[in-house]
């Protein structure tokens, strides 16, 4: 109820008068059933704009440090996160990592629609990194359809290390839904993860028109920071 409230009565009808966000391919999303939202990750407000557009309840996946802050912005983040439907991961791998596919097969099970961003980090620089395979096993195990979604502009509107935003529009372009159905079973098989993740990128591609860089995005930040020292 309070996600409804928030997306359709207090914040929603604000965002979407300021942005004007244009939306392409909206009747791709199926109207009913799990599934997932692979989309690439520019901005922050990637994960507000995208479900505000879905007339579905969208659930992304959300690294548990916006749900554990202190004081007054602590307390911000952590009902925005909630608001948008953000759920809290733990990212530093192993366990963690399990758990997080866990949380995410909960969500499809439950037959909602999770959204996954592949690269696994915003992009620093408004390229296309390489995805991880880790929403390729989670559509494997989960037999259900991946959309492909691309984010326009919303770093131009919220670059990385800004805390507001600037008015102005931005975009989403959806493709059609994408079926790995071949690859049933085949989930624990390291090369098949890797084909599956590689053409989802490539859609990615096709749909944003970024440029593509086959390295991890997390990789050119650690690097970038190990030079800024």
């Known amino acids: 109820m309070f996600y409804w409230i928030m997306k359709n009565i207090v914040v929603g009808p604000i ?4 942005f004007r966000p244009w939306v392409i391919g909206l009747e791709n999303i199926p ?10 990750h520019l901005s ?13 309840r969208v659930a992304f996946l959300a690294k548990s440090e916006y749900f554990t802050g202190k004081g007054l912005k602590g307390w911000a983040t952590r009902l925005f996160m909630t608001a948008s439907g953000q759920l809290p991961i733990d990212r530093s ?6 758990d997080s596919l866990n949380t995410g097969l909960r969500v499809l099970g439950s037959g909602d629609i999770l959204g996954i961003y592949p690269e696994g980090t915003r992009s620093p620089d408004a390229k296309l990194y390489r995805g991880r395979t880790g929403v390729a096993r989670m559509v494997l195990e989960a037999g259900v359809p991946i959309v492909p979604v691309a984010m326009i502009d919303t770093e131009k ?5 800004t805390r507001l935003p600037k008015i102005r529009r931005i975009g989403i372009v959806i493709g059609k839904p994408l079926d790995f159905s071949r690859f049933e079973g085949m989930e624990g098989d390291r ?3 890797r084909s599956v993740t590689d053409e989802l990128m490539y859609e990615l591609q096709h749909l944003s028109n970024q440029e593509y860089d086959d390295v991890y995005a997390s990789s050119v930040k650690e ?6 020292r």
Do not use: C, H, Y
């Not at 109207?31 to 690439?40: D, E, P």
């Not at 690097?223 to 800024?228: D, N």
């Open 191 to 193: 090369f098949v993860l």
């Open 157 to 161: 509107a919220m670059p990385t290390g």
């Open 15 to 18: 965002l979407l008068g300021l």
């Open 93 to 98: 791998g192993g366990k963690a990592s399990e």
């Open 44 to 56: 922050f407000i990637d994960s507000v704009f995208l479900p505000l557009v879905v007339p579905r």
């Open 223 to 228: 690097k970038r920071a190990s030079l800024s």
């Open 31 to 40: 109207k009913q059933g799990g599934v997932i939202l692979a989309s690439n």
